[in-house]
T-cell receptor, first 111, second 113 residues
């Protein structure tokens, strides 16, 4: 039981490049989330998926897209990376009680 | 006013003491509250959830909720150096399918040996 896994762990992009962050969970949770964490800003919700087939914007969705591929997998895509997207990205999955469990994170630097 | 507020710290306590971490929130309709622990360079880890007014104890941890005052706290008894981490308060806001967790910016706890 791996919990929530994320790939890659680290990534460096040049401005304008694109990439997809992958997330998978094996806990049979319906809800999945993408957050970014920046110093002094705390965790901010980018997008979430309350159930398979649905996605909704969070607090900071601009510049990102998501795909809920199936119940296990939820990916985050940066179409044209910008230095402001340098951050640590966490995927989480959650229960009906809204307890959320986080993956190990992806550290992204955009130069 | 931020939706969830925490003192950023650092809160420094000696080993064996009680550490008290506090959080206030702005949405009076919130019903679910969580405490996460985050070690430096790691991901947040859920340590406590609380849904009703009063105290909830789990080992050395006690969560306290006062909905009238919009205040939630975490007490750590017999603090250990391994408790040194950032503690994040999270509050569930919204309703139905739009429920979302809003996180505070965290309080850094340093337990001195």
């Amino acid at each position: 039981n791996a919990g929530v896994t994320q790939t890659p762990k680290f990534q460096v992009l040049k401005t304008g490049q694109s990439m997809t962050l992958q997330c998978a969970q094996d806990m049979n949770h319906n809800s999945m989330y993408w957050y970014r964490q920046d110093p002094g800003m705390g965790l901010r919700l980018i997008y979430y998926s309350a159930s398979e087939g649905t996605t909704d914007k969070g607090e900071v969705p601009n510049g990102y897209n998501v795909s809920r591929l199936n119940k296990r997998e939820f990916s985050l895509r940066l179409e044209s990376a910008a230095p402001s997207q340098t951050s640590v990205y966490f995927c989480a999955s959650g229960l009906w009680s809204h307890e959320q469990y986080f993956g190990p994170g992806t550290r992204l630097t955009v130069t | 006013q931020k939706e969830v507020e925490q003192n950023s710290g650092p809160l420094s306590v000696p080993e064996g003491a009680i550490a008290s971490l506090n959080c206030t929130y702005s949405d009076r309709g919130s019903q679910s509250f969580f405490w996460y622990r985050q070690y430096s360079g790691k991901s947040p880890e859920l340590i406590m959830s609380i849904y009703s007014n009063g105290d909830k104890e789990d080992g050395r941890f006690t969560a306290q909720l006062n909905k009238a005052s919009q205040y939630v706290s975490l007490l750590i008894r017999d603090s250990q150096p391994s408790d040194s981490a950032t503690y994040l308060c999270a509050v569930l806001v919204g309703g139905g399918a739009t429920n979302k967790l809003i996180f505070g910016t965290g309080t850094l706890l340093a337990v001195q040996p």
